[in-house]
């Protein structure tokens, strides 16, 4: 590392001088930070390892009230990092800090793909193992990842699904190897960058199936069903359903169907439960209340893939909105509301 000391961001400066410190004295002085601060300092410490001797003393002489040690370089690394932290935190805590460090670092892996179209992607993984596309897909966004799992073959698509949901948490060792060698195929297509996030889990399933189309759901679930039935079953417990709407906050119900044209909304109401029908009348303007009913009373016989669609569009409608951050999910167990 031969840059200037400028170039080093604020949290560098501070790792690189805990670097130079014996661990009894750098404990006490991270022991003065909280979880997160650490954190950050914890994941420079194991990106720098070893910094160039003037490097260290420039930095050093930065902070007057600290004995500067610049006669040798500067050890960092996950060792260091995870004994420092132990020392400062206690077993536990390091334990907790260290892996969403490894995890963080790992995700970033992947950075570089954030500007692939979906035909890009497609041709990058093309002949990879499964479980290799799951761990690229489940490292991209939601949104980004969900057109290259529709667009993938029915078996492989099945395959990377569960792949996705059973990966657990991948090494960041892993998970680099795998990121290097798609960098150097993906070299002309994109630009390496450098930034990350936790992967996997029947979440991530879930949030590619919900973006998709019906036949793709619809496809995935069946593979699934008979690839591992338990699977496929904690899959759809957690999947975003249009009856999910009577879960909802009232202002949040309104957001929603506000974008909803009436015709679309007409059919996805089509066999639904007395309580939902009266959630979704509750939370319309009385004119669009009144055009509603005239579509539903105009509508004859309607067959149930178009229903599943016109509630996929709903469906898809409310995950935009949450990913742009206008209504908020809950997570986890919740409770339905009595109309």
Same mark, same amino acid.
């Given at each position: 590392?031969?840059?200037?000391?400028?170039?080093?961001?604020?949290?560098?400066?501070?790792?690189?001088?805990?670097?130079?410190?014996? @661990?009894?004295?750098?404990? /006490?002085?991270?022991? @003065?930070?909280?979880?997160?601060? /650490?954190?950050?300092?914890?994941?420079?410490?194991?990106?720098?390892?070893?910094?160039?001797?003037?490097?260290?003393?420039?930095?050093?002489?930065?902070?007057?009230?600290?004995?500067?040690?610049?006669?040798?370089?500067?050890?960092?690394?996950?060792?260091?990092?995870?004994?420092?932290?132990?020392?400062?935190?206690?077993?536990?805590?390091?334990?907790?800090?260290?892996?969403?460090? /490894?995890?963080?670092?790992?995700?970033?892996?992947?950075?570089?793909?954030?500007?692939?179209?979906?035909?890009?992607?497609?041709?990058?993984?093309?002949?990879?193992?499964?479980?290799?596309?799951?761990?690229?897909?489940?490292?991209? %966004?939601?949104?980004?990842?969900?057109?290259?799992?529709?667009?993938?073959?029915?078996?492989?698509?099945?395959?990377?699904?569960?792949?996705?949901?059973?990966?657990?948490?991948?090494?960041?060792?892993?998970?680099?190897?795998?990121?290097?060698?798609?960098?150097?195929?993906?070299?002309?297509?994109?630009?390496? %960058?450098?930034?990350?996030?936790?992967?996997?889990?029947?979440?991530?399933?879930?949030?590619?199936?919900?973006?998709?189309?019906?036949?793709?759901?619809?496809?995935?679930?069946?593979?699934?069903?008979?690839?591992?039935?338990?699977?496929?079953?904690?899959?759809?417990?957690?999947?975003?359903?249009?009856?999910?709407?009577?879960?909802?906050?009232?202002?949040?119900?309104?957001?929603?169907?506000?974008?909803?044209?009436?015709?679309?909304?007409?059919?996805?109401?089509?066999?639904?439960?007395?309580?939902?029908?009266?959630?979704?009348?509750?939370?319309?303007?009385?004119?669009?209340?009144?055009?509603?009913?005239?579509?539903?009373?105009?509508?004859?016989?309607?067959?149930?893939?178009?229903?599943?669609?016109? %509630?996929?569009?709903?469906?898809?409608?409310? %995950?935009?909105?949450?990913?742009?951050?206008?209504?908020?999910?809950?997570?986890?167990?919740?409770?339905?509301?009595?109309?």
């Amino acid at each position: 590392m031969n840059e200037p000391v400028l170039t080093l961001s604020g949290t560098q400066k501070v790792a690189v001088v805990l670097m130079n410190m014996d @661990q009894a004295r750098a404990a /006490a002085v991270m022991k @003065q930070f909280n979880e997160t601060e /650490a954190e950050e300092i914890a994941a420079e410490i194991i990106r720098l390892r070893r910094v160039d001797t003037i490097v260290s003393e420039r930095t050093i002489l930065e902070f007057h009230e600290l004995a500067t040690k610049g006669g040798r370089k500067s050890h960092g690394g996950r060792e260091f990092a995870a004994g420092l932290l132990e020392a400062s935190f206690g077993a536990e805590k390091a334990a907790g800090v260290m892996n969403r460090v /490894a995890s963080s670092m790992a995700g970033k892996a992947f950075e570089f793909l954030d500007t692939a179209e979906t035909g890009q992607l497609l041709t990058l993984l093309d002949g990879e193992l499964p479980q290799t596309v799951a761990l690229v897909l489940a490292h991209l %966004r939601p949104d980004h990842a969900s057109p290259v799992f529709a667009a993938l073959d029915d078996g492989l698509r099945t395959d990377v699904a569960k792949a996705i949901a059973t990966m657990g948490t991948a090494t960041p060792e892993a998970v680099r190897v795998v990121a290097d060698t798609l960098k150097v195929r993906a070299s002309a297509v994109v630009t390496a %960058r450098d930034t990350v996030e936790i992967v996997g889990g029947v979440q991530a399933v879930v949030d590619l199936i919900n973006r998709a189309d019906v036949s793709t759901e619809r496809s995935v679930l069946d593979g699934l069903d008979g690839l591992d039935p338990t699977l496929a079953e904690e899959v759809r417990s957690r999947m975003l359903t249009f009856a999910d709407l009577v879960k909802f906050d009232r202002k949040d119900v309104q957001q929603v169907l506000r974008g909803i044209d009436s015709s679309i909304l007409a059919v996805a109401m089509k066999g639904s439960d007395e309580a939902l029908i009266e959630v979704i009348r509750a939370n319309i303007s009385e004119r669009n209340r009144e055009i509603l009913e005239d579509e539903i009373a105009s509508l004859g016989p309607v067959k149930m893939t178009q229903v599943e669609e016109a %509630r996929a569009e709903v469906v898809r409608a409310i %995950r935009n909105l949450e990913a742009e951050g206008i209504i908020t999910l809950q997570r986890g167990e919740e409770e339905e509301y009595v109309a």
